[in-house]
């Protein structure tokens, strides 16, 4: 039978898990557990690395381990937990409810329709060529291209589960439809195309976290994101040098 210290534990582990698997950055997530813990009348540690959540009762000499790896983001599932966290501190929830709602926060899917996601791929590949007062028709083949890449991109994620593969074919998929549209003619400046349609496969949560986490004092934590993200980065540039250079030996 397992007695209220050790559900309290086991509730914020649970807390802890889906916030840092979510995105969340590790001394947010500390804060978060330690609250809970003291609004629910048990005096919790709560200590966080990018594997594994700790919480430990000092006063009882007992320790849960939860083990965790890097994961994508769900900043909803972080406000949502932030959010319930919240009222339970402030009383306005029972504990009984906090473990309803986080139930429900940890099997949900968020997940944007995707009519929804390629129109935001595209909208974020134009973006850059603005900047670069590119010609309307790279442009809009910069639109296409990214929805294509942001494509390639799921569609090897979904065949693949080995990291960083998804990235570098979409990378190599974007390089090779703007090389052969300038080499057809359809476009003007393929580098420019290039670079704008990688835009949807930037990890700029990763490197914004990174930074908020060694900012913050979570030297290991934001070294590992910001690893993470620099091995994303080398994949869609792996992907890009590849296409490149399979087209110059085919062409020239």
Known sequence: MVDYTDDVMQTCGKVGTI???SGAETSRVEQTVEYIGHAAGV??????????????????GRTMMFKTKLSGFN?????????????????????DKLKEELERIDHQVIEFNWPTKILGAGLVSV???????ATWGDLGLSFFIGIVGFLATMWVANKHKT????????????????????????????????????MPLVPGVAITNSFREIMAGEIISGLVRGVDAVLVAIAIGSGVVLATSLLYMIGG
């Open 43 to 60: 005096a919790i540690s709560c200590y966080v690395t990018m594997t594994a959540v700790f919480i430990s009762v000092n006063q009882m």
């Open 75 to 95: 900043l909803q599932k972080v406000d949502e937990l932030n959010q319930a966290s919240r009222q339970f501190t402030a009383h306005q929830i029972s504990y």
């Open 127 to 133: 973006a850059p060529m603005f900047l670069f007062k």
């Open 19 to 21: 916030l840092l698997t």
């Open 163 to 198: 990291p960083y593969i998804k990235e570098l074919a979409g990378g190599f998929t974007i390089a090779l439809l703007s090389i052969l549209a300038v080499k057809t003619g359809i476009g003007i400046d393929s580098d420019k195309m290039i670079v704008s349609s990688l």
